[in-house]
């Protein structure tokens, strides 16, 4: 077992249990991709178990504090039936369920969403790459399920030095899916989806969504960003009847209008756009053009915080155009999903945006992600998803 040892001073994150040593924090130590260290501080003391990454900024994440733990196939087994445990009581209103968390559930650099009776799974890590066949075999062994696809395509893999790799890890089928989310069935494919296949960390908003939307009685809804239009089919249960959605993914909308049938809505009161969102916002407002309802559920316009100063500016944009286009009395459920821009900023970038427009608004309800998103109090980075509910006065 090699050792990874680090600077004076360098300890304190880990002793929080915060999860991740930073290359500039070692004093010294190597290992290979993936492989289980142990990381002490500068007396030499223990401070975790972790897996080392040689390419990545990050060069150790934790995957236990306990000297005790060995990390073996039962390590693996034993965290993936406590997440599952957490789920199993978390009373989710759909068969489409976040299962694994990364750090949030004691596995950094691994996602793992279930759909239906098809599984999921991101290896973001050296160390979830290295271990990935164990992974496989626990999950499918906890859940009694036989098909594990594999969306190893997102971006961070690069920083692990990692190429992506999509496709059937274990069991085999077709990529499509129908998952029944509040009283909604949606399709999604696993293989061509965004992430591994639909956005599962706004389900309890799109829930929420049809019940302001029946509250307000509000008619026309305009859903900006709407993939494959779970804002929209909440929209239309919550009685809505002019229902707009704007994406700038053909395939995504073309899912869109297949849900409004599916779920036994009037296709004439739901319309698709392929377009910009900022541009289509521009248009509908010369056209004067107005919205009882309005979602904004931007893609990450800040990965990091180093990016938030020009996103906070796209942000402010949207917001304010949508403040404009909507009726009196009108809801914004405005959301961002960046890492990069926490709650407060978001506020105010949401209140400057009223202030541009010269709109004033009552805030009725602050959001965040689906309790099987979890934000633990040891890794504040968790936290991603924001929201506001505006009702403009
Ligand atoms: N609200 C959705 C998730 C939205 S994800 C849900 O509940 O499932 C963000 C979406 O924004 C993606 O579908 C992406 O295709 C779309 N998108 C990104 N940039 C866009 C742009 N400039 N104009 C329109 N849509 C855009």
Redesign the pocket.
């Known amino acids: 077992m090699k050792t990874i040892q680090l600077r004076p001073g360098k300890e304190r994150s880990l002793l929080r249990r915060h999860p991740w040593g930073f290359e500039g924090s070692i004093a010294k130590g190597k290992a290979d991709f993936g492989e289980t260290v142990r990381v002490v501080g500068s007396d030499g003391g223990f401070l975790c178990w972790a897996a080392y990454s040689p390419s990545s900024s990050i060069k150790v994440r934790a995957w236990s504090f306990d000297e005790a733990e060995r990390i073996d196939a039962e390590f693996f087994e034993r965290r993936i039936l406590a997440a599952l445990a957490v789920r199993e009581r978390l009373g989710i209103e759909s068969n489409g369920v976040r299962l694994i968390h990364g750090e949030a559930d004691g596995l950094p650099g691994l996602i793992v969403d279930r759909y239906a009776d098809t599984l999921v799974a991101q290896f973001l890590a050296a160390g979830t790459e290295q271990w990935k066949g164990v992974i496989a075999d626990a999950l499918l062994a906890a859940t009694g399920l036989a098909k594990l696809y594999e969306r190893s395509d997102s971006g961070v893999r690069q920083l692990e030095g990692l190429p992506p790799v999509p496709g059937w890890l274990r069991g085999e089928g077709p990529t499509t899916v129908e998952l029944l989310e509040s009283s909604w069935r949606l399709t999604l494919d696993v293989a061509e989806g965004?992430k591994t296949g639909?956005?599962l960390d706004?389900r309890d908003n799109?829930r929420d969504f049809a019940v302001w939307v029946r509250r307000l009685k509000a008619q026309r809804v305009l859903n900006c960003?709407?993939?494959?239009g779970?804002?929209s089919v909440a929209a239309l249960a919550g009685g809505a009847t002019e229902v707009t959605s704007?994406?700038?993914?053909a395939p995504?909308l073309a899912r869109a209008t297949a849900h409004v049938v599916l779920n036994g809505f009037d296709p004439a009161h739901h319309t698709a756009l392929d377009?910009?969102?900022?541009a289509t916002l521009r248009q509908f407002l010369k056209e004067g053009r107005q919205f009882d309802a309005i979602v904004l559920?931007?893609?990450k316009f800040a990965p990091s915080a180093a990016h938030a100063e020009r996103a906070s500016r796209a942000y402010k944009d949207i917001n304010r155009l949508g403040l404009k286009l909507l009726a009196p009395g009108g809801l914004l459920a405005t959301y961002s999903c960046s890492g990069g821009v926490g709650p407060e900023l978001f506020h105010k970038i949401v209140a400057s945006a009223g202030t541009d427009s010269g709109v004033d608004g009552a805030i009725v309800a602050r959001v965040g992600a689906a309790p099987d998103h979890p934000q633990t109090l040891c890794f504040p980075e968790g936290e991603y998803l924001k929201g506001l509910l505006v009702l403009k006065r």
Do not use: K
């Not at 704007?246 to 993914?249: A, M």
């Open positions: 965004h639909y956005y706004q799109r960003y709407s993939y494959t779970g804002f704007v994406d700038s993914s995504a377009a910009d969102v900022n559920d931007p893609p």
